[in-house]
C-alpha cells in the first residue's frame, strides 16, 4: 500500500494534537485524475467514521493484481464539514476497509446466544432465515413486537421496512444517550435545534466561547475544531467549565474546575449576576423574548456567594466570567453541548444554556449562534407507497412528554424485558453497538434473552453483533452509495456518498440488504426499484442539482442560502408557540415541570469513592474505531485519571494497573492509572469505547476498560427521557 504507516502516524499525531494538515487543492475529481495521467481515480464521498460527515476524497490506485486499492483518504477542501482537512480517524477510514476482522458474509448462529459460534450461509440463506423468523414473530405477537437499535446511516433503511411491516419502534441512541435532551430543551426555548452536524455556534467570530464538558480537541468534529483552533488563534476569551484540565481548558484564559453535577447552578447564577448588573442584551430581550420578569425573579436566589460554595469555584472567578459575557455580548456564545445524558436533570440544564444565550442576544449575531439556512429542498419520495399507520402506537417515547422522535432506547429496552405495554420480541440491531452505547450492561443482556430474534447488521464483529441470530453484514462507507446528505452550515449544501472501491468479500450495502428483506416479506413495493445511485440521481433531479457534478466534487451548495446573522430585513423566526424565544415556558408548566429552570442538587460519592466520568479519545470514536489498526496503533488502551493527592493517599502510582469497582460492585477490566494534577480530587475520569468484549475483534478485544461496565446507575431526564450517566461512583482497588 503506497500509504505508509509511517506517514499515517505523522499525520494522525498531528490533528490529535490539534493542528489539522491541508491538502492538495482540489475542483474536480476527474480533472485531477487526468491530470496526473490517469493511473488513479480520486472519489469524492462522505467520511463515516463519525457523524460530522465530512467530504473526504479518496486516491484509488491499481495494485499489482490489477485491483483498485484505496491509498490515501484527504480532506474535501470545497466541502464546510472538513475544509480540506480530515481528523485522524476520517484519514484511517482505509484501516476500517482493510480490517481482517471484518464480517465477511452472512452468518447465523448455531450456538447458544453470545458464545460465538456461527455458521456462514448465503445471503439468500439469510434471507430466508431471517423472514421466516420474522413472520413467526408477526404472527404471534404483531409486527408492533419487532424493533430497532440504531445509529447512523444504515439504520434509514431499516427505518423504512420497520414502518413498512407496521413498526414503529425505532430508537436512535443519539437522542437519548447524547444530544436529544439538548434539541428538545433548545426546541422549547428557542423553537429550533441549534444545529446538529454542526451545532450552529459561530466560533471563528466569537469574542468569548464558554464551554461546559464540551471538550473541544478532544471531542474532535472536524469544521468545529477548527474553528476553535480559529478562535484561540485571534484571542478569543476562551472560558473552560470542567472538573478536568482538559485540551480545551489547556487553550482557556479561565478554567473553572467545577464540582462536577453543579453547571445549572453556575448558569443560572451567571444570568443572575448579568441581570442585576444590566449586562444583557435589552433591546432583543424585549423584542425577541417572553418570560423575562419572571426569569428575573426566579433567579435572584442563585448569589455568587451561593454559587461558589454549591460549584466549589472561586466566587471572583464566577463573578468576573459573568462580567465578560456581558462585556462582549452578543458576540459571544455559551456552547449547547452534544452529549449532555449527564445527571438526569439535563432538559433543564440544557434549557439554563439556551436561556443565558438568549438574554446576552446571541442568537443571530456574529460569534454567537448563526441563523438556521434557508435552503429549501423539495420533498422527493421516489413514488414509493405511503407507510400504514403502526399496528399499535410506539412505546419508544415511555412517559416523557418531550421525548422527541428519535425514540428511547432504553425504552425499548426496558419494553422486551417486561412485556408491558405489549411484547417486543425481535431487535434489528443497525451501526449500534448497544452493549457499548446503553448504560447498564445487565439490563441490555437481560433484554437480549428475551428476544425470539436478533438481527445485526454491522461491519464488524461487535459485542452486541455476536449475540445475534442472523449476522448481515455490511460493506464500510468505501464500498457504498448511501445517498444525498443536506449539509447545513452557514449556507445550505449536499453532499454525497458514493464507493471508492467494490464492496469486499460478501458483504452489502444497507440499502440493499433492506430492500431484499422487503422483498421477502411481501413488501416488494418499498424495495429500491433499481439501485441507489439512480434514486440518488432522482433525488438531485429533484432538488435542481446536477448530480453528475456533484459526484465530481463532493459537495455542491445551495446559492443564497446564507443568511446568518440578524438585520433589518433578515429577522429570526422562532417556532414556538408565542413566536418568541420562551424564557418562560408554558408548555413545561403545563406538564408540570419548572417552567424557569431551578437548581437542583445531585448525589455526592461516599467516602472513599469517586464519581465516574467520561469523554471522548481525540483518534477514536465510541467503540467502532478501537480495531482501526491505525487508529490502534495510536492509542491502544485508556487510562483511569486520578488526582495526584488521592493517588498518593491510596499509595497508587502513575501507570499502575488496578480495577474500578461501582456502588453496585461491579468491578471493570484491569486499566493503567494516570496519576494527574489535571483532574479534580472528588472524581476520575476514562474515555469511553474500550474494554471490547468481542474475542473476533483481534486488536480491541480486552483492551483497556469500559466505562459502560461501570455505568451500571442511570437518571432519566423526567422532561425528555434523556439517561444521566454521570451518576456512577467508584472506588480503587489495587491488586489487578
Ligand atoms: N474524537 C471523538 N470526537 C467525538 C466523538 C467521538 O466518539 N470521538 N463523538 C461525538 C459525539 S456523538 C458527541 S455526543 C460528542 C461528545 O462530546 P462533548 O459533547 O464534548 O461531551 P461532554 O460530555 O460535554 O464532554 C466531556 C467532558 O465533560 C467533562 N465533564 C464531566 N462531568 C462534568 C460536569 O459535571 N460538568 C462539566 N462542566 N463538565 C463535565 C469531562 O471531564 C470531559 O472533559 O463528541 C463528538 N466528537
Ligand atoms: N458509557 C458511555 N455511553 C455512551 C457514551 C459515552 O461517552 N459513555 N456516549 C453516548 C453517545 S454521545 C453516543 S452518540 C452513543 C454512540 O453509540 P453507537 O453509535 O452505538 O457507538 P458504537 O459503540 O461506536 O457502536 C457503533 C457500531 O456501529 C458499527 N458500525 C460502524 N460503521 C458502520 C457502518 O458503516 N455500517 C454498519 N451497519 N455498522 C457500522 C460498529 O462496528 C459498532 O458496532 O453512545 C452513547 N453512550
Ligand atoms: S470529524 Fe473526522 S471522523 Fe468525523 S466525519 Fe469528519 S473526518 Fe470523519
Ligand atoms: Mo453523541
Given at each position: 500500500m503506497a500509504f505508509s504507516r509511517r506517514n499515517f502516524l505523522k499525520y494522525a499525531a498531528m490533528s490529535a494534537g490539534g493542528t489539522l494538515i491541508a491538502d492538495t487543492p482540489f475542483l474536480s475529481a476527474r480533472a485531477r485524475a487526468e491530470a496526473e495521467g490517469g493511473n488513479v481515480r480520486y472519489v469524492p464521498t462522505s467520511c463515516e467514521m463519525c457523524f460530522w460527515k465530512c467530504g473526504a476524497i479518496a486516491k484509488v490506485e491499481k495494485n499489482k493484481?490489477?485491483?483498485?486499492?484505496?491509498?490515501?483518504?484527504?480532506?474535501?477542501p470545497l466541502h464546510p464539514q472538513s475544509m480540506g482537512k480530515l481528523c485522524a480517524r476520517g484519514q484511517a477510514g482505509i484501516g476500517q476497509l482493510y480490517d481482517e476482522n471484518r464480517l465477511k458474509r452472512p452468518m447465523i448462529r448455531t450456538g447458544e446466544r453470545g458464545d460465538g459460534q456461527y455458521k456462514e450461509v448465503s445471503w439468500e440463506e439469510a434471507f430466508n432465515y431471517t423472514a421466516d423468523k420474522l413472520k413467526a414473530v408477526i404472527e404471534k405477537y404483531g409486527p408492533e413486537s419487532i424493533a430497532m437499535l440504531s445509529h447512523g446511516s444504515p439504520g434509514d433503511y431499516f427505518t423504512n421496512l420497520l414502518k413498512a411491516l407496521g413498526s414503529g419502534n425505532i430508537a436512535f441512541s443519539s437522542f437519548a444517550q447524547c444530544k436529544g435532551i439538548r434539541d428538545a430543551a433548545w426546541e422549547l426555548t428557542f423553537g429550533h435545534k441549534p444545529g446538529s452536524s454542526c451545532e450552529r455556534v459561530d466560533l471563528k467570530n466569537s469574542k468569548v466561547i464558554v464551554l461546559l464538558g464540551t471538550h473541544l480537541g478532544e471531542n474532535m468534529h472536524n469544521s468545529q475544531t477548527q474553528e476553535f483552533a480559529e478562535a484561540v488563534g485571534h484571542g478569543a476569551k476562551i472560558i473552560c467549565v470542567d472538573p478536568r484540565y482538559s485540551t480545551a481548558a489547556s487553550k482557556a484564559s479561565l478554567w473553572l474546575p467545577i464540582k462536577p453535577g453543579t453547571d445549572t447552578a453556575l448558569l443560572l447564577t451567571w444570568m443572575n449576576i448579568i441581570i442585576s448588573e444590566e449586562l444583557y442584551d435589552k433591546a432583543y430581550v424585549e423584542q425577541y423574548t417572553v418570560g423575562f420578569e419572571q426569569l428575573k425573579e426566579s433567579v435572584q436566589q442563585y448569589t455568587p456567594e451561593w454559587c461558589a460554595k454549591e460549584t466549589d469555584l472561586p466566587e471572583a472567578d464566577i463573578v468576573a466570567a459573568a462580567r465578560d459575557l456581558g462585556r462582549y455580548a452578543p458576540n459571544v456564545?455559551?456552547?449547547?453541548?452534544?452529549?449532555?445524558?449527564?445527571?438526569?436533570?439535563?432538559?433543564?440544564?440544557?434549557?439554563?444554556?439556551?436561556i443565558l444565550n438568549a438574554i446576552l442576544g446571541t442568537w443571530g449575531r456574529p460569534g454567537g449562534m448563526w441563523l438556521p439556512a434557508k435552503g429549501k429542498f423539495a420533498s422527493f419520495n421516489d413514488g414509493y407507497p405511503k407507510y400504514s399507520d403502526p399496528a399499535k402506537d410506539p412505546v419508544i417515547k415511555g412517559d416523557y412528554p418531550f421525548a422527541g422522535g428519535?425514540?428511547?432506547?432504553?425504552?425499548?429496552?426496558?419494553?422486551?424485558?417486561?412485556g408491558q405495554p405489549y411484547p417486543i420480541k425481535a431487535w434489528f440491531i443497525c451501526g449500534t453497538d448497544a452493549m457499548k452505547a446503553l448504560p447498564d450492561q445487565r439490563q441490555t443482556l437481560k433484554?437480549?434473552?428475551n428476544l425470539d430474534l436478533m438481527i445485526a447488521v454491522d461491519i464488524l464483529p461487535s459485542e452486541t453483533a455476536m449475540m445475534a441470530d442472523v449476522i448481515l453484514p455490511e460493506c464500510t462507507y468505501l464500498e457504498r452509495h448511501d445517498g444525498l446528505f443536506k449539509v447545513e452550515v452557514r449556507e445550505a449544501g449536499v453532499g454525497l456518498r458514493q464507493p471508492a472501491v467494490e464492496p469486499m468479500y460478501d458483504t452489502k450495502p444497507a440499502w440493499w440488504i433492506a430492500s431484499?428483506?422487503?422483498?421477502?416479506?411481501?413488501?416488494?413495493?418499498?424495495?429500491v426499484k433499481d439501485s441507489w445511485e439512480a434514486r440518488m440521481r432522482r433525488q438531485a433531479t429533484a432538488w435542481g442539482i446536477d448530480y453528475d457534478k456533484l459526484a465530481d466534487t463532493g459537495y455542491v451548495s445551495l446559492p443564497?442560502?446564507?443568511?446568518?446573522?440578524?438585520?433589518?430585513?433578515?429577522?429570526?423566526?422562532?417556532?414556538?408557540?408565542?413566536?418568541?424565544?420562551?424564557?418562560?415556558?408554558?408548555?413545561?408548566?403545563?406538564?408540570?415541570?419548572?417552567?424557569?429552570?431551578?437548581?437542583e442538587p445531585t448525589d455526592e460519592p461516599e467516602k472513599g469513592m469517586y464519581r465516574l466520568l467520561y469523554g471522548r479519545s481525540p483518534v477514536h470514536t465510541f467503540s467502532r474505531t478501537i480495531n482501526d489498526q491505525w487508529l490502534w496503533e495510536l492509542h491502544k488502551e485508556n487510562q483511569v485519571w486520578l488526582n495526584k493527592k488521592e493517588a498518593e493517599s491510596l499509595g497508587v502510582k502513575d501507570r499502575q494497573y488496578v480495577r474500578l469497582e461501582n456502588q453496585d460492585k461491579v468491578v471493570s477490566d484491569p486499566i493503567q492509572v494516570k496519576v494527574t494534577e489535571r483532574i479534580r480530587r472528588d472524581c476520575v475520569y476514562m474515555v469511553h469505547g474500550f474494554g471490547h468484549n468481542a474475542p473476533r475483534l483481534s486488536r480491541a478485544h480486552k483492551s483497556g476498560a469500559d466505562d459502560q461496565q461501570l455505568i451500571t446507575r442511570y437518571k432519566v431526564d423526567p422532561i425528555t427521557g434523556g439517561t444521566g450517566m454521570r451518576v456512577n461512583f467508584v472506588k480503587i482497588i489495587k491488586e489487578a
Open positions: 493484481q490489477g485491483e483498485d486499492v484505496v491509498v490515501k483518504l484527504e480532506g474535501n456564545v455559551i456552547h449547547p453541548g452534544r452529549h449532555v445524558a449527564w445527571y438526569g436533570n439535563d432538559a433543564q440544564r440544557s434549557r439554563a444554556t439556551a428519535e425514540g428511547l432506547t432504553q425504552v425499548v429496552r426496558d419494553t422486551t424485558i417486561t433484554a437480549i434473552a431484499e428483506l422487503c422483498k421477502k416479506m411481501g413488501l416488494a413495493d418499498f424495495a443564497d442560502s446564507a443568511f446568518p446573522y440578524i438585520t433589518a430585513d433578515n429577522q429570526p423566526e422562532f417556532k414556538t408557540d408565542s413566536e418568541k424565544i420562551e424564557l418562560f415556558s408554558q408548555k413545561l408548566e403545563e406538564h408540570n415541570f419548572d417552567p424557569v429552570p431551578k437548581y
